[in-house]
């Protein structure tokens, strides 16, 4: 009797297993894909209290394997069968691999041989103290140069260090990130790591950690017969859309694990930027957005000569401290950061020798062309703002383009000056007064005659035009700004 009522037992149980994983009835749903080392890949509902276990009986009929023959593999580490899913930071959407277990034989003995050396590398590193391998990369701190010192964080255990990102879409705003790692010969993601990275230069630099691919048709490059862990990074706000959504990652700023006090309020933030000074000094976002916002009004932003960047160094005067990844600057908002990318772009149109026009509300940059016959002066000089408001105008001067010696010209200062923070450019300010408006108005509406610069307005019919002047009457394209000749008559007399 009691081997009867047993039996009904465990026929009961079976049904309520199948029910359970079969029909997937999960009141808390993560929908996650499995993609195979054979190319397929399969959409399963998930309970994020599940663990690894449970998943590998959930595929297992769908890919014709064991649920023991199956190994689960995400962000470069294998996943034990104990591993509970929502302690392995997945997302909506996020990929497994599931590939065959044991792991297929290796291909070559060279391969083999990698595979012992980093074996004993990692046991040499963990002799030394170094970190061991986690078991996944979610909560993995990195340093900022070669060290391998692990630093205990005040913090508790319970609480993950995230990195931080610039989400070009969908989010288009800096958010928290998350490591993830490829191979760099096939791209796959079934790859197990071979040493977790200890520095940023391990994730940002080529060719630093090996992995072991579990791609069936992974082809290493005929540089390399050994394949490299290829890091990236995903945005942590949003569903991952695939293997190939990438986030750029913002290195400089990092959860202030340390407690370290603020170098401007003093306060010790939760998230904080450190610059790449020797000192590694510190300062909270919003001290930091209010550094770029006063240095924008100063235009005091800096090249870098060494990489070309447009950008700031450390606010206590360190040397070799400029931030290197200019995204950082999306934490200014939409307007702030296209005003400091109006200003990189000018200055650098400047650097290389170019020139901004004087046209009011245009600033376009020009870099001239080599005029074709360098000895003709009036041709060096005449300069047309192509691709901005078409204005033409004397390089010398910067007025209406004009025949003959220069007269006055107002020097032109684009450096803003003030103190304490608040800074006033003086063409702005020659502009910003009540009486000058209706003078910008004719600026931007009138010419001056090539020959006697008297302003002349054009009120319609053709670009053929005469000046009215008493004593002069000369004539001049009004696009050209030159004398008037055929080509112009054949080119644009009605435009």
């Known amino acids: 009797m009691n081997y009867l009522i047993e039996i ?18 999960i009141s808390n749903t993560l929908s996650i894909y499995i993609k195979t080392n054979t190319g397929s890949t399969l959409s ?17 009929g769908r890919i014709g394997l064991a649920p023991e023959d199956i190994k689960i593999i995400f962000a470069g580490k294998e996943l034990h069968n104990s591993t509970i899913i929502e302690e392995c930071d997945l997302g909506q959407q996020s990929i497994l ?3 065959k277990n044991p792991p297929r034989r290796l291909k070559s003995t060279l391969n083999a041989q990698r595979i012992s050396e980093s074996l004993a590398e990692s046991l040499e590193l963990n002799e030394s103290g170094s970190k061991p391998l986690n078991e996944t990369l979610t909560d993995l701190p990195l340093n900022e140069g070669e060290t391998t010192e692990v630093v205990e964080s005040p913090e508790p255990r319970g609480k993950r260090a995230h990195f931080y990102v610039y989400c070009a879409a969908p989010c288009k705003s800096i958010e928290p990130g998350k490591l993830r790692v490829r191979c760099s010969s096939c791209g796959s993601g079934a790859v197990t790591v071979d040493r977790d990275p200890q520095s940023w230069p391990d994730v940002l630099l080529s060719n630093r950690i090996t992995v072991h691919c579990e791609n069936d048709s992974c082809d290493l490059s005929p540089d390399s017969q050994i394949p490299y862990a290829h890091f990236f990074f995903k945005c942590g706000n949003h569903p991952s859309r695939g293997e190939n959504d990438e986030a750029i990652p913002l290195y400089h700023i990092r959860p202030n694990l340390r407690r370290v006090p603020c170098l401007a309020c003093t306060d010790a933030k939760d998230v904080v930027l450190v610059f790449p000074c020797e000192a590694a000094h510190v300062t909270c976002l919003d001290c930091f957005k209010d550094y770029c916002n006063v240095k924008l009004g100063e235009r005091g932003f800096e090249f870098d000569g060494s990489n070309g960047y447009y950008t700031l160094p450390c606010p206590a005067g360190c040397e070799n401290s400029f931030i290197r990844e200019v995204h950082h ?14 200003f990189g772009a000018e200055e650098y149109v ?16 020009i870099i001239p062309p080599e005029p074709v016959d360098p000895g003709d002066a009036e041709a060096c000089r005449k300069i047309q703002c192509i691709g901005g408001c078409g204005y033409v105008f004397c390089r010398r001067c910067l007025s209406g383009y004009h025949l003959g010696d220069c007269g006055h010209a107002e020097k032109i200062n684009s450096n803003a000056q003030g103190r304490g923070g608040y800074s006033v450019d003086p063409d702005r300010a020659k502009d910003a007064k009540w009486d000058e408006a209706s003078k910008k108005v004719i600026q931007k509406s009138t010419k001056p005659c090539p020959k006697c610069r008297t302003p002349t307005e054009r009120d319609g019919g053709c670009m053929h035009m ?6 002069c009457g000369f004539q001049w394209c009004w696009v050209c700004q030159t004398p008037w000749t055929r080509d112009c008559m054949g080119s644009h007399w009605f435009g």
């Open 8 to 25: 009904i037992r465990s026929a009961i149980a079976s049904m309520l297993q199948f029910v359970w994983f079969g029909k997937r009835k």
């Open 329 to 342: 600057f999306r934490l200014l908002d939409q307007h702030q950061y296209e005003q400091y990318q109006r």
């Open 44 to 60: 399963v509902d998930l309970d994020p209290k599940w663990d690894i276990k449970n998943v590998k009986e959930v595929i297992s």
């Open 350 to 365: 400047l650097r290389v020798g170019g020139l901004l026009c004087p046209q009011p509300d245009c600033g376009m940059g």
């Open 466 to 471: 005469v000046c009215t002047r008493a004593g």
């Open 97 to 99: 691999h599931a590939v």
